[in-house]
C-alpha cells in the first residue's frame, strides 16, 4: 500500500458465531472502537490558462515613421489579455453528510478497509492507491528584452539629443540590414568558411537590428498566467457564472463587471433511476441496515462557455447527484471475504470480488 493511503485493519478473528460487521451513520462523540469513513462529493478543478501581452512604448516612437518608415506605432503603454484554455478534472472530497461508521462487535469479522487521507473509503479486504490530481502547469514570465544601448556605437552614445540619437541609430539600423544582405549574397570581403559561421553572423546581425528597432517600435511582453478554480457542485445549472475575464485585466472575480461572464453548465443524463419507495423494498434495505454504503453517481454533462465559444466539456459521474445504496453485511461475515474498491471520486463500485473464505 502506498503511504498516501490510510489503512484501516480491524480484524478479530474468533472461533465459534459468524456474527457480522455492523455499519451505522456516524455520530460525533458516540461512536466508538470502529472505523469512520466518508463518501464523496465530487468536486472538480478547473485550471485557467491566459496570455497577458503588455506594450510598451519605444523611447523614439514618435521618430518611428520619419526614420525607418513604421507607421500606426502607439505612443501609448496598454495590456491586452485573452483566454487561451480551460480544463477541469474531478475528483473526491468528503461528505459530512455521508458519514458511517464501521464498528466492532463481539464475535465480529471486520473487514480491513482502506481510506484517503481525508477520510474516503477507497477499498475493502484488498489495496487501492490514493487518487493524485495531476500537477498544474506552471505560469510563464515573459522572455527578458535586449539592452539597445549595448549595440550603440560610441558615435551614438555622445550624440547630444534625443533626435540626434534616434536619426543615427535608425542609420545604424540601415547599416545593419546592407550587411546582411551582402552576407547573403557572398558580397563580403572576408565571408564565412561554413554555413555554420554565416549563420552565427547573420543571427548576430538580426540581435542587434531587433534591440536598435525595438527603440522605435516598442516592446510587446508576453506573459502565460495560469488560475486555478475549485468547486464542489451542490445543484444542476444551465448557466451559472463561474467567474469573469477582462481583456484588460484578465481573469476577476465573478461578482466584477468589468469582465465578461464564463458560464459552468451541470445537466443530468439521468442515468440513476429514482428510489422506489414501497413497503417491499423498505422492508428488505431495513435487513441491510447495517450494510456497507457507496453510491451510485449520477452521469452528469459538465461544460465551461462564454457567449463566443465552449472552452471545455466532459461527462461525470457526480455522488452527490445519485443515490446511495447498501452492500449487505452477509457479504462480510466470516463465511466470505468479499473485496470491493470504490472510486474515489464519486464513491460508486469499481470493483467487487466475493469469495468463499477458507475452511478452518
Known sequence: MKASTLICSLILCTAGAAAQTEVNPYIAGATVEGVTYYLPRTAIRLVVTAEKQVYTPGEFNKYADKYLRLSGISPEPSTRWSLKSISMTPYGVPDPEKAYSIQLKKRTVAPLVSLSRDGIILSINTEAAEEQLPEVPQSE?????????????????????????????????????????????????????????????????????????????????????????????????????????????????????????????????????????????????????EGVRYNIPEMVSVSVFDAGQ??????????QFGNVEILSDVLFDKKTTTQVTFYQSNGGIKQLTDNAAPEN
Not at 157 to 185: H, Q
Not at 220 to 245: A, G, K, Y
Not at 310 to 319: A, S
Open 310 to 319: 465552449e472552452y471545455c466539456k466532459g461527462e461525470f459521474p457526480m455522488g
Open 141 to 289: 514570465d515573459a522572455p527578458k528584452h535586449l539592452n539597445p544601448r549595448d549595440y550603440m556605437n560610441q558615435e551614438i552614445l555622445s550624440a547630444g539629443s534625443n533626435a540626434k540619437i534616434a536619426e543615427l541609430t535608425a542609420e545604424e539600423i540601415y547599416d545593419i540590414r546592407e550587411s546582411r544582405t551582402a552576407l547573403i549574397k557572398g558580397e563580403v570581403d572576408n565571408m564565412p568558411k561554413d554555413g555554420a559561421q554565416l549563420k552565427i553572423m547573420l543571427d548576430q546581425l538580426t540581435k542587434q537590428e531587433t534591440a536598435l528597432t525595438q527603440l522605435f517600435k516598442g516592446t510587446t511582453d508576453t506573459s502565460t498566467e495560469v488560475f486555478t478554480i475549485e468547486l464542489t457542485p451542490t445543484e444542476l445549472t444551465d448557466r451559472m457564472v463561474l467567474f469573469r475575464f477582462s481583456q484588460k485585466l484578465g481573469v476577476v472575480d465573478r461578482d466584477d463587471l468589468s469582465g465578461a461572464p464564463v458560464y459552468l453548465s451541470l445537466k443530468s443524463m439521468n442515468t440513476v433511476a429514482e428510489p422506489i419507495a414501497d413497503e417491499k423494498t423498505e422492508k428488505k434495505k431495513a435487513k441491510m441496515e
